[in-house]
Each structure stands twice: as C-alpha cells, then as structure tokens.
C-alpha cells in the first residue's frame, strides 16, 4: 500500500460521492493520517445532505466534530452556486438543492 511504501503527500482529495459515512471516516481517521504531510492539506466531495439545506448544515456540524475529534481542523469555503432550477424540471427528487457549496479544507490540529 502506499501507507506501506511511505508515501507522503501535500494535499489529498477525496471522493465520497456514493461512500458511506463509515468509509469516510475510515480514510480520514486512518488513512489520511499516514498518507498526508505534516503542513498539508485534505478535501473531500461534501455532498453529504445536499438534497435539503437544514440537512446539509446538519452534516457540516456533524463532520466537524468528528474531524475534530480525530485530530483535524477544518476551514469552509463558501462557493456561491447558479440557480439549477430548470435542470431539476421533472426529477422527482432532487440530490442537490442548497444555495452555496461548501468547500472544506482541513489540516492537522497545530
């Protein structure tokens, strides 16, 4: 693996685009920490509870703790989005409906 061969890297991005929330915290909490350098930085798909706002701020929270408490500072930023409203027209249910994506940029703790 390249945990194995000592691999090290600036900066990582991570898909979760269909992950489960354990797998996501299975590479942050032990991958990530054997794959990033010390002053690097991480980022991931932060798709989570996109289809409704409240749910979408639920999940921020939620995922700050968590990275929190596995040794990680995380810093959001805010990308406004177009409106999609037309390219929803006969889709029953939205998977994406917030104004503003938000882009999370973590570190280690200092």
């Given at each position: 693996t390249?945990?194995?061969d000592n691999l090290v890297f600036d900066a990582i991005?991570?898909?979760t685009f269909a992950e489960s929330y354990k797998d996501f915290k299975d590479f942050y909490s032990e991958q990530v920490l054997g794959l990033l350098d010390?002053?690097?930085r991480w980022s991931y798909f932060n798709g989570m509870g996109a289809d409704r706002?409240?749910?979408y701020?639920?999940?921020q929270k939620i995922v700050e703790i968590d990275l929190y408490e596995a040794g990680y500072d995380v810093e959001w930023k805010e990308v406004a989005l177009p409106d999609l409203g037309q390219e929803w027209e006969g889709v029953?249910?939205?998977y994406w409906?917030?104004?503003k994506y938000r882009?999370?940029?973590c570190k280690f703790l200092d």
């Amino acid at each position: 693996t390249m945990v194995d061969d000592n691999l090290v890297f600036d900066a990582i991005y991570y898909d979760t685009f269909a992950e489960s929330y354990k797998d996501f915290k299975d590479f942050y909490s032990e991958q990530v920490l054997g794959l990033l350098d010390t002053a690097g930085r991480w980022s991931y798909f932060n798709g989570m509870g996109a289809d409704r706002q409240i749910s979408y701020d639920v999940y921020q929270k939620i995922v700050e703790i968590d990275l929190y408490e596995a040794g990680y500072d995380v810093e959001w930023k805010e990308v406004a989005l177009p409106d999609l409203g037309q390219e929803w027209e006969g889709v029953r249910r939205k998977y994406w409906n917030v104004e503003k994506y938000r882009l999370p940029v973590c570190k280690f703790l200092d």
